[in-house]
């Protein structure tokens, strides 16, 4: 299966950060939930995501915000696969699906999904990394502490990037020793869940080693709930912008090779700039 990030042109000595746009096809995600709940509504934002400049759309039928109630596989089948069909008769855009459930992952991939991108990291399910195997897809593996509804409870690391990256090392060899090929897998260190502020800081600092690994970089961190505390405001989600952006820039220079984000045209122009900026200083 082809990758959804195909090589792109580098820019100096760095490869084009990708941008990943997130499309919430749920009743409470934390940022937009409710919003795209009509299939058709959330395929026209998809659209509107590429159009604005998103290389992939991330498709999810489940919360996984602080607390979140779990979904039933079934339910969120029916939640993504028409949005899903539907971009797909509209567009060769590459499309992921955010799901920790094999069922689901299977079903998107039949719907023209070509990513299965999970919080657990292969872990929901006894099948999942055969499944995974099996569907020949990207597959990005992301740390979690906990589970959503009680990984904000008293997140605690000795060494947060230390145990972050052994424990992202450590799904990576096991989807790869399930089959899964080296060049579909993706690490994810999960900025948000189960993490404090500081945590998540240290992680976007400590990118580099994750980088490191020798697996490709996705990393999102848009408008989540530590950006008002580190900025000391009251901001809602909608206008935690200027902070998604600012670490989105930073996940950049990080080594990251993609960025989740919901603010598509804004983080296209303030990557534009920064890697116009890299390339002026290593002329």
């Not at 979904?71 to 899903?84: S, Y």
């Not at 459930?101 to 079903?107: D, G, H, I, T």
């Amino acid at each position: 299966m082809t990758s959804p990030f195909p090589a792109g042109e580098g820019v100096a000595a760095r490869p084009r950060v990708r941008i990943m746009g997130i499309v919430n096809v749920t009743p409470d995600s934390f940022s937009d939930g409710g919003r795209f709940l009509d299939p058709a509504a959330a395929a026209a934002h998809a659209l509107g995501l590429v159009a604005a400049g998103a290389d992939i759309l991330d498709v999810g039928g489940e919360s996984t915000r602080p607390g979140a109630a779990p979904t039933g596989a079934d339910e969120e089948i029916d939640r993504v696969v028409p949005v899903i069909e539907l971009i797909r008769r509209e567009s060769a855009v590459p499309i992921s699906v955010d799901t920790m459930k094999p069922a689901v992952a299977r079903a998107a991939v039949a719907a023209g999904a070509s990513m299965w991108n999970d919080v657990a990291a292969l872990r929901w399910a006894p099948d999942s990394l055969a499944t995974a195997a099996e569907l020949g897809c990207d597959v990005a593996l992301m740390h979690m502490q906990g589970e959503p509804r009680t990984m904000q409870a008293a997140p605690c690391y000795d060494d947060v990037v230390c145990e972050v990256a052994a424990f992202l090392a450590a799904r990576a060899e096991a989807a790869l020793a399930a089959g899964v090929a080296r060049e579909n897998v993706w690490l994810d260190p999960g900025f948000g869940f189960g993490k404090t502020p500081a945590h998540n800081l240290a992680l976007v600092r400590g990118l580099p080693a994750l980088a490191a690994l020798g697996f490709p970089v996705l990393f999102g961190a848009s408008r989540k709930s530590s950006i008002p505390k580190i900025a000391d405001d009251r901001s809602d989600p909608d206008h935690r912008v200027g902070g998604s952006i600012a670490l989105a820039l930073a996940a950049a220079a990080g080594g990251a090779a993609a960025v989740r984000v919901h603010d598509v045209a804004e983080t296209r122009q303030a990557l534009a700039v920064w890697a116009a900026l890299d390339q002026a200083k290593g002329a």
